[in-house]
């Protein structure tokens, strides 16, 4: 078999549409975007078969180190049928070679691979689905497993929750699927006369994930980057931003409407809450929000980052955009939608992850066990002490 070392744009993006398993973060336009955002110059290597025929392809991410060394990142890589275990063994020895070539320490990549069947609480399911045969293969290969991390420590998230549309029949069984603390708020942000809309302009998003972040204790890139991610998937219509636009002015006179006409002591006393808290509000313009980025393969869609205000989570329209998503991509013929991330362990302290597993849990679907991150290793010794050597680069620069 032959290794392509630069495989043209068209054969790689025709290739990757041929694999039921492809990634968005193996997608050609990711690639294109880590080297502006992080200066990760993009191979788009692949093997082809005795006819010609690509059979394994894969975005290797190489970071420059000083000495002329480098390492190697392919993330939710490979792109291929993993099943076909010649293949793997013929494409990872041809890597073997390439990182040599390249003075590269190693090479890590995170494969699209489920490791084992967890129940939504992520508990082990007993006699489930597994890959554990695959795990113990990639090992006989000489890839080294990072561990079975249960938090963030990794690349990308080793847990998410993905909903696969062939298990129900409409759409209204998937209604039916969402968990009623999810789902209420979704009925109710219908009171509030909310415009979504399809957009391209990403300032309006970054303005409320900064608000988002600092809640949940996280940095947001800068604008920059979400511009450069937008910018490359939407060449090949791999993204979208679902937007909330709110007017409170609008809505506190429909519910002063609604009010004289309300018989019922109960909702009278709901609809006055509504009013008085829309009046409170400094800002009764109308303006975004909610804004919500996802990202797309020919058969999946994943929910990517999310940004906005008090207002939003008050009317629920964070969940309301959730669920404009899931309805879209059914809508679209997608297989699945992913949640992209959570961690695998429900009951975590540390900053607001316990959180997001739960509120994502409630939206539903399965929850999916990656089975970690391998790294091919070229330079042994290196790759031992390369920790400290990048703490005390990083110290003296």
């Given at each position: 078999?032959?290794?392509?070392?630069?495989?043209?744009?068209?054969?790689?993006k025709?290739?990757?549409?041929?694999?039921?398993?492809?990634?968005?973060?193996?997608?050609?336009?990711?690639?294109?975007?880590?080297?502006?955002?992080r200066?990760?110059?993009?191979?788009?290597?692949?093997?082809?078969?005795?006819?010609?025929?690509?059979?394994?392809?894969?975005?290797?991410?190489?970071?420059?180190?000083?000495?002329?060394?480098?390492?190697?990142?392919?993330?939710?890589?490979?792109?291929?049928?993993?099943t076909?275990?010649?293949?793997?063994?013929?494409?990872?020895?041809?890597?073997?070679?390439f990182?040599k070539?390249?003075?590269?320490?190693?090479?890590?990549?995170d494969?699209?691979?489920?490791?084992?069947?967890?129940?939504?609480?992520?508990?082990i399911?007993e006699?489930?689905?597994?890959?554990?045969?695959?795990?113990?293969?990639?090992?006989?290969?000489?890839?080294?497993?990072?561990?079975?991390?249960?938090?963030?420590?990794?690349?990308?998230?080793?847990?998410?929750?993905?909903?696969?549309?062939?298990k129900?029949?409409?759409?209204e069984?998937?209604?039916?699927?969402?968990?009623?603390?999810?789902?209420?708020?979704?009925?109710?942000s219908?009171?509030?006369?909310?415009?979504?809309?399809?957009?391209?302009?990403?300032?309006?998003?970054?303005?409320?994930?900064?608000?988002?972040?600092s809640?949940?204790?996280?940095?947001?890139?800068?604008?920059?980057?979400?511009?450069?991610?937008?910018?490359?998937?939407?060449k090949d219509?791999q993204?979208?931003i679902?937007?909330?636009?709110?007017?409170?002015?609008?809505?506190?006179?429909?519910l002063?409407?609604?009010?004289?006409?309300?018989?019922?002591?109960?909702?009278?006393?709901?609809?006055?809450?509504?009013?008085?808290?829309?009046?409170?509000?400094?800002?009764?313009?109308?303006?975004?929000?909610?804004s919500?980025?996802?990202?797309?393969?020919?058969?999946?869609?994943?929910?990517?980052?999310?940004?906005?205000?008090?207002v939003?989570?008050?009317?629920?329209?964070?969940?309301?955009?959730?669920?404009?998503?899931?309805?879209?991509?059914?809508?679209?013929?997608?297989?699945?939608?992913?949640?992209?991330?959570?961690?695998?362990?429900?009951?975590?302290?540390?900053?607001?992850?316990?959180?997001?597993?739960?509120?994502?849990?409630k939206?539903?679907?399965?929850?999916?066990?990656?089975?970690?991150?391998?790294d091919?290793?070229?330079?042994?010794?290196?790759?031992?002490?390369?920790?400290?050597?990048?703490?005390?680069?990083?110290?003296?620069k």
């Amino acid at each position: 078999m032959e290794f392509i070392s630069n495989l043209k744009e068209d054969e790689y993006k025709n290739f990757w549409l041929t694999i039921n398993n492809n990634h968005f973060l193996q997608s050609y336009g990711w690639g294109q975007a880590q080297e502006k955002n992080r200066n990760q110059k993009p191979y788009y290597v692949g093997l082809k078969d005795e006819k010609g025929k690509l059979v394994a392809a894969a975005l290797l991410l190489k970071k420059e180190l000083p000495f002329k060394l480098s390492y190697f990142y392919v993330p939710r890589g490979y792109t291929m049928d993993f099943t076909n275990k010649e293949v793997l063994k013929e494409f990872t020895e041809k890597l073997k070679d390439f990182i040599k070539e390249q003075n590269a320490i190693y090479l890590k990549l995170d494969p699209p691979i489920m490791y084992q069947e967890l129940t939504p609480e992520a508990q082990i399911v007993e006699n489930g689905k597994n890959n554990f045969e695959l795990y113990e293969y990639f090992k006989s290969l000489g890839y080294i497993h990072k561990g079975f991390n249960k938090l963030y420590e990794g690349n990308q998230p080793r847990y998410t929750f993905r909903t696969y549309f062939n298990k129900y029949n409409s759409f209204e069984e998937i209604e039916k699927s969402f968990s009623s603390s999810f789902f209420k708020p979704v009925k109710r942000s219908y009171n509030y006369l909310l415009e979504i809309y399809e957009s391209d302009e990403v300032k309006t998003f970054h303005d409320l994930i900064k608000l988002i972040s600092s809640k949940d204790g996280f940095h947001e890139y800068s604008l920059d980057y979400y511009q450069n991610v937008y910018d490359e998937l939407k060449k090949d219509n791999q993204i979208k931003i679902f937007n909330a636009k709110i007017n409170p002015q609008k809505i506190i006179t429909s519910l002063e409407e609604e009010l004289q006409k309300e018989k019922k002591e109960e909702r009278k006393t709901k609809i006055q809450k509504d009013i008085d808290y829309f009046n409170n509000l400094p800002n009764k313009e109308e303006y975004t929000c909610a804004s919500l980025i996802c990202t797309y393969t020919n058969t999946g869609a994943w929910s990517l980052y999310i940004g906005n205000d008090e207002v939003a989570t008050y009317t629920g329209t964070v969940n309301r955009l959730y669920f404009e998503f899931i309805k879209d991509a059914y809508e679209n013929k997608y297989e699945y939608i992913d949640l992209f991330g959570v961690v695998g362990d429900p009951n975590t302290k540390f900053k607001n992850l316990a959180g997001i597993y739960e509120y994502k849990r409630k939206i539903g679907g399965d929850l999916i066990e990656f089975i970690g991150e391998f790294d091919l290793v070229n330079k042994p010794f290196l790759y031992k002490i390369l920790p400290t050597l990048l703490k005390i680069y990083r110290k003296i620069k």
